[in-house]
């Protein structure tokens, strides 16, 4: 270990940068947060550096060269050099040097008594990252990594944790039953109200479980469930919260269309349970999949109910929730990307446009239970975005060129959106029903209807994706599609 990790104490104390540029303006506004009084020494400053220095009375800027002298460090606890000259810069690190103040001089480890690290800021949990001065991005990636996994209310739990520490203590004198009280807590009910932002509840659970541990009992944890949006098919668009609970979670009942790939982040000794819905098939009702859900969360497990898209948006989630409700258990609400988000994005279809799609409309391919459906309200000017139904694309082109849709409308089917198997299929309206038999396109598949659609082919990205445009002279048999 060539640096001892320190957390410096900065508030009102003077700090003084030597240098005016990008850098020094990025040095100058971490040391006001760690609430330092800055003195920045340079010729000249960035315009953002001068602003900050109007509204900042703790920030002082000193126009000028470094003289020739040394100049004086003492009344600063801390230096840094960032004048982008390396000969001014060892000279500042020398003086630093013999007047015993750290000095970080950017970009130099050789010269630095004291490096500035990569930092996770969860106030007042702050982490902090160093490669030694070797590598900063190798540091910034690693931060990048942390960041996915502490939650961003881990502070509040800190705050609370601060508040009850003289309690626990008079509670649990004995050091190691206090020690294991804190660890549960960390991962039990308290934690989790404080994750979810329902610090009050935090406080009346944390106190309950201190109470059963002083009458000698362990505590009894009170499970929790997670609606979890596993994002369209693409593992990396799951949320960072989604990832975080999914990794703290005793069971995960996961569907068919939620990413596989992700499974991979639940713990290994957690519980895995398929729950996919396979049309025409037998499968698992809602019915059972909300008593499973209950029955767990009510047996003290926290479960994870990893739901494709978002678990709001055709997820069956109120079913889910009320379920929950009746039961008086806690839950969770984590959006993820929904199929139509991911799907137009991956596809390159602007939902909106302006002066083309003013309106997006979702809805299902099926009909209701009387045979209707609500595609009257879909207008020119608008998309609609039609989830499921693939079998029902005949019936579907048909209603809306009957409601006066033109055939020519541009559509766009996604299938297997954002995964390395996506297949984009570029169509019309008329076209639409041969265009599913030709191709033979299969579920899950997302259909885009409006003008925004006939862009896949001009804005497709996607290295993975196959575009595929059946038009007239492919109907026709006269042209392979392409």
């Given amino acids: 270990m060539r640096h001892l990790p320190l957390f410096a104490s900065l508030a009102e104390r003077d700090c003084l940068i030597v240098g005016g540029g990008v850098v020094a303006e990025r040095r100058a506004k971490l040391l006001l947060e760690a609430g330092a009084r800055v003195t920045v020494l340079a010729p000249r400053f960035t315009a953002p550096l001068e602003a900050l220095a109007e509204q900042e009375p703790r920030l002082k800027l000193e126009r000028?060269?470094?003289?020739?002298?040394?100049?004086?460090?003492?009344?600063?606890?801390?230096?840094?050099?960032?004048?982008?000259?390396?000969?001014?810069?060892?000279?500042?690190?020398?003086?630093?040097?013999?007047?015993?103040?750290?000095?970080?001089?950017?970009?130099?480890?050789?010269?630095?008594?004291?490096?500035?690290?990569?930092?996770?800021?969860?106030?007042?949990?702050?982490?902090?990252?160093?490669?030694?001065?070797?590598?900063?991005?190798?540091?910034?990636?690693?931060?990048?990594?942390?960041?996915?996994?502490?939650?961003?209310?881990?502070?509040?739990?800190?705050?609370?944790?601060?508040?009850?520490?003289?309690?626990?203590?008079?509670?649990?004198?004995?050091?190691?039953?206090?020690?294991?009280?804190?660890?549960?807590?960390?991962?039990?009910?308290?934690?989790?109200?404080?994750?979810?932002?329902?610090?009050?509840?935090?406080?009346?659970?944390?106190?309950?479980?201190?109470?059963?541990?002083?009458?000698?009992?362990?505590?009894?944890?009170?499970?929790?469930?997670?609606?979890?949006?596993?994002?369209?098919?693409?593992?990396?668009?799951?949320?960072?919260?989604?990832?975080?609970?999914?990794?703290?979670?005793?069971?995960?009942?996961?569907?068919?269309?939620?990413a596989p790939g992700l499974l991979r982040y639940a713990r290994r000794d957690?519980?895995?349970?398929?729950?996919?819905?396979?049309?025409?098939?037998?499968?698992?009702?809602?019915?059972?999949?909300?008593?499973?859900?209950?029955?767990?969360?009510?047996?003290?497990?926290?479960?994870?109910?990893?739901?494709?898209?978002?678990?709001?948006?055709?997820?069956?989630?109120?079913?889910?929730?009320?379920?929950?409700?009746?039961?008086?258990?806690?839950?969770?609400?984590?959006?993820?990307?929904?199929?139509?988000?991911?799907c137009a994005a991956y596809a390159g279809v602007p939902l909106t446009l302006r002066d083309v799609s003013r309106t997006v409309l979702l809805s299902t391919g099926h009909t209701n239970e009387d045979g209707a459906s609500e595609l009257g309200s879909f207008r020119p000017g608008q998309t609609l975005a039609l989830y499921m139904g693939v079998a029902q694309y005949g019936a579907i082109s048909a209603e809306l060129i009957e409601r006066g849709h033109s055939p020519q409308t541009p559509v766009a089917v996604v299938e297997n959106g954002t995964t390395d198997t996506q297949r984009v299929v570029r169509t019309t309206l008329g076209l639409l029903p041969r265009a599913r038999e030709r191709l033979e396109i299969r579920p899950p598949a997302l259909l885009l209807i409006g003008e925004t659609a006939r862009l896949a082919e001009r804005y497709a990205w996607f290295g993975p994706s196959r575009l595929e445009v059946f038009d007239e002279r492919a109907a026709r048999g006269l042209a392979r599609v392409s």
């Fill in 270 to 342: 957690a519980e895995l349970i398929p729950v996919g819905k396979t049309p025409h098939a037998p499968s698992i009702t809602q019915k059972q999949i909300n008593r499973l859900l209950v029955e767990r969360a009510a047996a003290g497990q926290r479960v994870c109910r990893l739901k494709g898209g978002d678990p709001m948006v055709f997820g069956r989630a109120g079913e889910e929730l009320d379920a929950l409700v009746e039961a008086g258990l806690p839950f969770q609400i984590v959006p993820g990307v929904s199929a139509v988000v991911g």
């Fill in 64 to 258: 000028g060269e470094l003289g020739e002298g040394d100049p004086e460090f003492e009344p600063y606890w801390l230096v840094v050099a960032a004048t982008g000259d390396r000969q001014v810069n060892a000279r500042v690190a020398a003086g630093a040097e013999r007047a015993r103040r750290f000095c970080n001089v950017v970009d130099d480890p050789e010269l630095c008594t004291f490096i500035m690290p990569a930092i996770v800021d969860r106030d007042p949990v702050t982490i902090a990252i160093s490669s030694g001065g070797a590598s900063p991005v190798v540091s910034r990636w690693i931060k990048g990594l942390v960041e996915t996994l502490v939650p961003q209310r881990i502070g509040s739990l800190a705050r609370l944790a601060g508040r009850w520490r003289g309690r626990a203590r008079a509670a649990l004198p004995d050091p190691d039953r206090r020690r294991h009280f804190w660890q549960q807590a960390m991962e039990g009910e308290a934690a989790e109200h404080c994750y979810a932002g329902r610090d009050a509840e935090a406080e009346a659970a944390l106190e309950r479980d201190l109470d059963a541990w002083r009458r000698g009992e362990r505590g009894s944890r009170r499970g929790e469930a997670y609606l979890v949006g596993a994002g369209p098919g693409n593992p990396d668009l799951i949320t960072l919260r989604g990832r975080q609970l999914l990794a703290a979670a005793d069971v995960v009942l996961y569907d068919r269309l939620g």
